[in-house]
């Protein structure tokens, strides 16, 4: 069980929607269903922001390391995003398309990708300034649609280090129910490597503001102090909560939440508190759920 860092991370609210019975609950049965539902949709937006870049990093050095020869399968990160997948490069205009078709790839974690992530870049790769824009055409990650426009800006960094500050704009995803939510966030993104390069965690810290799935605005960020830190370890076995970090969140007619997201250990739990009431819970990423009502403080 993670420790209560003492804040309630309201980005959880991505993907996550049960917790256990012998967990304590925040106020009544609702009112911790409720904050489930919104540490989950916080966690799902960040973790399938991490995919998509994670996907353009891999095409971006899978094309080069090939000579810019289309890439298929296992010349595109191995059977890890689908034997499916393509990827090709239009030289005119320096863009990479990476393909999941329209029936989808399964990955070697077991997901489905469906549609299109088109890169394109400015600049030279690894210098202060370079850029890579990524918009998405009909992409979805198993049943969540994914629109948006994510930019990468190269500040600075190393071998093993690399900083960027990432925007994303007309972010929103769509929901097997019909329910959307809405996203635009500025965040730096830290990524650390190790020695044979490859990537090893994700440190991330900024705001995000937008819609939920309840029609109601929130704003939500994550100090510097206390980034959210993604493992690779944990994604590679599955569990695609991050596994440190502390998030607030201030939605519409609502009190103040804080997630915290633990002490680095691999699994979907995260302590969520809200007006001094503190309970661990258990995320799900596919941000499965009930609907309920979502009351509004008067």
């Known amino acids: 069980m993670k420790r209560l860092i003492g804040i309630f991370i309201s980005t959880a609210a991505l993907t996550f929607y049960s917790c256990s019975d012998d967990i304590e609950s925040v106020g009544d049965s609702g009112t911790t269903d409720i904050a489930i539902e919104d540490a989950s949709l916080e966690t799902t937006s960040s973790e399938l922001m991490e995919e998509i870049d994670e996907a353009a990093d891999v095409a971006t050095s899978s094309f080069e390391s090939s000579g810019g020869r289309m890439l298929g399968g296992f010349g595109f990160g191995g059977k890890r995003f689908g034997d499916c997948v393509t990827v090709t490069e239009d030289e005119a205009t320096n863009t990479k398309i990476i393909d999941f078709g329209e029936e989808g790839c399964e990955g070697r974690d077991g997901r489905v990708r469906k549609g299109k992530i088109i890169i394109t870049h400015e600049g030279e790769r690894d210098v202060p300034g370079f850029k890579r824009t990524i918009t998405l055409e009909d992409f979805s990650v198993d049943t969540i649609g994914v629109e ?3 930019v990468l ?11 960027y500050n990432a925007t994303l704009t007309g972010g929103k995803l769509s929901f ?3 329910t ?11 990524a650390t490597f190790d020695e044979e390069g490859e990537k090893t965690q994700v440190d991330r810290f900024g705001s995000a503001e937008g819609i939920n799935r309840e029609g109601l605005t929130y704003l939500n960020s994550v100090d510097e102090t206390t980034p959210i830190l993604t493992l690779s370890v944990c994604r590679e076995e599955g569990t695609y909560a991050p ?12 009190s103040e939440k804080i997630i915290d997201y633990g002490d680095g250990t691999c699994d979907n739990l995260v302590t969520i508190t809200q007006d001094g009431v503190s ?3 258990e995320v799900d990423p596919k941000q499965r759920r009930k609907r ?6 008067s």
Not at 153 to 163: I, N
Not at 180 to 190: I, L, Q
Not at 292 to 297: C, G, K, M, P, V
């Open 148 to 150: 948006g426009t994510r």
């Open 180 to 190: 959307e939510a809405t996203r635009e966030s500025t965040r730096t993104r830290v």
């Open 153 to 163: 800006t190269y500040v600075s960094g190393t071998d093993t280090e690399k900083e």
């Open 279 to 281: 309970t661990e819970v």
């Open 176 to 178: 097997p129910d019909g």
């Open 243 to 254: 596994v440190s970090g502390i998030l607030s969140i201030n939605i519409e007619g609502e």
């Open 292 to 297: 309920r009502f979502r009351r509004r403080n």
